[in-house]
């Protein structure tokens, strides 16, 4: 099975300025027939359900602001996001659909410092 | 829009049954697949399993095995996911959600978008 990996566990960053979640998996989700990466990105808000932000790494689903970015291959990824706003405050999660079970980083909690 | 909505909150006693169920619409239901995921109350996210609704199969996650089965309806546009046997450690947040397109051919796009709202599943004495 994939493991996934996240990193910081929690990070506190000041309105408008950068952040960045980091991912890393057990192994690569490279898929060398297509070169696509299969990972996404979600975001989870309390009270709510997850609500995805990117796949294949790095495709910025319809409708998610452009200062959402996702960008790496093989095993290490990263979600940036470039100016943080208040309505970012949520919990992050990656996850590798390369294989199954499709599984899950633990989660890194982002808040405003 | 496509949209997903599930059944209502339950509460069980250890060793029960439970069925959540996961109505679809706005899409083509035997099109895609239809994945399950679990939240424990403060914690990360599970992946549990993943059905292909054109054909049937499954996938379950290792640790669910045997006490899990996802099924669906397609007359109704409707997914299910029975979970036997149930213990204090299975009280969390169940979720729906689409998977990937599997017909007419699977493309490997199994991230999960949209969800469903969720339910709360509660296993108490």
């Known amino acids: 099975d994939i493991v996934m990996t996240q990193s910081p566990d929690s990070l506190a960053v000041s309105l408008g300025e950068r952040a960045t979640i980091n991912c890393k998996s057990s192994?690569?989700?490279?898929?060398?027939?297509?070169?696509?990466?299969?990972l996404a990105w979600y975001q989870q808000k309390p009270g709510q359900p997850p609500k995805l932000l990117l796949y294949?790494?790095?495709t910025r689903e319809s409708g998610v602001p452009d200062r959402f970015s996702g960008s790496g291959s093989g095993t290490d990824f990263t979600l940036t996001i470039s100016s943080l706003q208040a309505e970012d405050v949520a919990v992050y999660y990656c996850?590798?659909?390369?294989?199954?079970?499709?599984?899950f980083g633990q989660g890194t909690n982002l808040e405003i410092k | 829009q496509v949209q997903l909505v599930q059944s209502g909150a339950e509460v069980k006693k250890p060793g029960a049954s439970v069925k959540v169920s996961c109505m679809a619409s706005?899409?083509?239901?035997?099109?895609?697949?239809i994945t399950w995921v679990r939240q424990a109350p403060g914690q990360g996210l599970e992946w549990m399993g993943w059905?292909?609704?054109?054909?049937?199969?499954?996938h379950y996650a290792r640790k669910l095995q045997g006490r899990v089965t996802m099924t669906t309806d397609t007359s109704t546009s409707t997914a299910y996911m029975e979970l036997r046997s149930l213990r204090s450690d299975d009280t969390a947040m169940y979720y729906c959600?689409?998977?990937?397109?599997?017909?007419?051919?699977?493309?490997?796009?199994?991230?999960?978008?949209?969800w469903g709202q969720g339910t709360l599943v509660t296993v108490s004495s």
């Open positions: 294949w790494a790095s």
């Open positions: 959600g689409r998977g990937g397109v599997v017909f007419p051919t699977a493309v490997g796009n199994n991230w999960v978008d949209p």
């Open positions: 059905i292909n609704v054109y054909n049937g199969n499954t």
């Open positions: 996850q590798q659909y390369y294989s199954t079970p499709y599984s």
């Open positions: 706005g899409y083509t239901f035997n099109s895609y697949g």
């Open positions: 192994q690569s989700v490279l898929y060398s027939s297509n070169n696509k990466n299969y």
